[in-house]
T-cell receptor
Framework: AQSVTQLGSHVSVSEGALVLLRCNYS??????LFWYVQYPNQGLQLLLK??????LVKGINGFEAEFKKSETSFHLTKPSAHMSDAAEYFC????????????FGTGTRLTIIP | DTGVSQDPRHKITKRGQNVTFRCDPI?????LYWYRQTLGQGPEFLTY????????KSRLLSDRFSAERPKGSFSTLEIQRTEQGDSAMYLC??????????????FGPGTRLTVL
């Protein structure tokens, strides 16, 4: 069985500061990992994904994440926060290999302080 | 490519009524997924289709829930005898043909169900 833990249900950072959203996973097979963003009353949009290629993955809107197998982590970062980054962020894992269903974490709400 | 669409966007119903939601995936995508998201939680997997075949159902999908994808294109999710606990956002997603590793799932805007 696979699972995802997102530490911190709410994170606040000042505009221009570093954004760090934490995600730890558990999987019995090499995982595929994803970060999605959800704006109010909208569906989910993919920020980036890890599929066993490069461990440092760059996504849209300046976000990136690093896969660390030894720490079972896939933390999301952005060097400089922008007001438009305020949203809910979800980390997700799938087993791949034909089993593509996603298991999501509980989400982290990011607030940007002007 | 107009993305994944869902209809209706909002549904308010009384307990005990039946409701049906529709999802239209991206046209070339043969995989279609349904998830449920309650307030303050991440989406939870309900079921998925490859073409018209329903390949997996979560234990969350009680006997009151049924999903179909009759022609391998759009899908419907029906909830019979709705309960207040069914109130949630129902999300649909689709992905490109099987065999491609780490398929990205494209999500629709969701249908928000409120059961009074």
């Amino acid at each position: 069985a696979q699972s995802v833990t997102q530490l911190g249900s709410h994170v606040s950072v000042s505009e221009g500061a570093l954004v760090l959203l934490r995600c730890n996973y558990s999987s019995s097979v090499p995982p595929y990992l994803f970060w999605y963003v959800q704006y109010p009353n909208q569906g989910l949009q993919l920020l980036l994904k890890y599929t066993s290629a490069a461990t440092l993955v760059k996504g849209i809107n300046g976000f990136e994440a690093e896969f660390k197998k030894s720490e079972t982590s896939f933390h999301l970062t952005k060097p400089s926060a922008h007001m438009s980054d305020a949203a809910e962020y979800f980390c997700a894992v799938s087993e791949g290999g034909g089993n593509e269903k996603l298991t999501f974490g509980t989400g982290t709400r990011l607030t940007i302080i002007p | 490519d107009t993305g994944v669409s869902q209809d209706p966007r909002h549904k308010i119903t009384k307990r005990g009524q039946n409701v049906t939601f529709r999802c239209d995936p991206i046209s070339e995508h043969n995989r279609l997924y349904w998830y449920r998201q309650t307030l303050g939680q991440g989406p939870e997997f309900l079921t998925y289709f490859q073409n018209e075949a329903q390949l997996e159902k979560s234990r969350l999908l009680s006997d009151r829930f049924s999903a179909e994808r009759p022609k391998g294109s759009f899908s419907t999710l029906e909830i019979q005898r709705t309960e207040q606990g069914d109130s949630a956002m129902y999300l649909c997603a689709s992905s490109s043909p099987a065999g491609r590793r780490g398929n990205e799932q494209f999500f629709g805007p969701g249908t928000r169900l409120t059961v009074l």
